[in-house]
């Protein structure tokens, strides 16, 4: 542990010199292209948005990937709504808190046809058809840092080199369901939860909630100490990206659409027929590759 602490800086200095060098030849890096990773830039928000098309649809959603999130030093807030209707057991989850080194937040909207669900159920993300209107603002510590809106089933949103703790963080929360039924049996596992009456409210077919501590019990891998180290490290490498990356990226909209993919691909999109539809995103978006062993030499054709 100690030689990390020692040699953390030392490689962001290195970085800092190999990637100047690359600036200077091929110009700035920018966050376009990258929609391959299942996000998009908004420069005017200065944030990472979730795509209806991501590749995280392809996995679902259990319970497991909340246990494991601490382990990617993603340390968050979790609620998670479970009901039933339609013939469908539904599953409606908020998240807000530290991801690495971006502050943010999301909602997933879920359902299985299994009859009985547990921790152990797979949950698949709602289809074209069931997705909900949603939207949320996010605040730190009462001031507004980011928001977002769409008719989606995995509504989320991320503030890149942003340090905060969970308990820092509000979700104003707006989700439109499509009938009275569908909202009443959400709302009837949601009351279960025993959140204050002043903090959600229903108008016609529109729940909203203000989202601040969560009723749901942390996973047994968040314990105390998991979280102060994680955060600890989190807060550390936030402080790293913005001393020695932050001015190697380009923010704005330009036509200097490159991004380094160096081991971020998931091996799950380099599978036929999934490379092709990743090869003609990669010339699309005019993705510059350093050394990626994915699709060697390529950087160099979409130069």
């Known amino acids: 542990m100690l030689l990390y602490f020692l040699l ?24 376009d292209g990258i929609s391959i990773m299942g996000f998009a830039y908004d420069s005017k928000k200065d944030a990472f948005y979730s795509t209806k098309d991501a590749w ?11 246990v494991l999130a601490p382990v990617f030093r993603m340390i968050i807030d979790t609620e998670s709504i479970r009901f039933n209707y339609n013939n469908k057991n539904w599953l409606i989850t908020f998240w807000k808190g530290q991801y690495g080194i971006v502050t943010g937040a999301e909602i997933g909207i879920y359902n299985t046809i299994e009859k009985k669900v547990n921790k152990k159920t797979l949950y698949f993300p709602a ?9 949320f603002i996010l605040y730190k510590n009462g001031k507004e840092i980011t ?3 769409a008719k989606h089933w995995w509504l989320a949103i991320f503030k890149l080199a942003m340090f905060s703790k969970p308990k820092e963080l509000t979700m104003d929360i707006k989700i439109t369901f499509p009938c009275k039924e569908m909202l ?6 949601f009351k279960k939860k025993h959140h204050k009456a002043k903090d959600y409210n229903i108008v016609d077919n529109t729940f909203y909630f203000s989202f601040k501590k969560a009723k749901t019990p942390k996973v047994w891998t968040r314990y105390l100490l998991s979280s102060r180290i994680n955060q600890y490290l989190n807060k550390k490498n936030v402080n790293l990206y913005n001393m020695y990356i932050d001015d190697l990226i380009d923010y704005g909209e330009t036509n200097n659409k490159k991004i380094m993919l160096k081991k ?10 999934k490379k092709d539809i990743l090869n003609n995103n990669i010339i699309q978006n005019n993705v510059i590759f350093l050394h990626d062993s994915v699709f060697p030499g390529l950087g160099d054709k979409n130069e």
């Open 147 to 149: 928001r977002i809106s």
């Open 56 to 66: 995280q649809k392809n996995f679902g959603y259990c319970h497991l990937y909340d």
């Open 127 to 135: 289809e074209d058809n069931e997705m909900l209107d949603m939207s």
């Open 264 to 273: 971020l691909i998931p091996k799950f999109l380099t599978y036929e027929p």
């Open 184 to 189: 009443e049996a959400f709302l009837i596992s």
């Open 8 to 31: 953390m800086p030392i490689s962001f200095i290195i970085f800092k010199i190999v990637t100047s060098i690359l600036v200077k030849k091929i110009g700035k890096f920018s966050y």
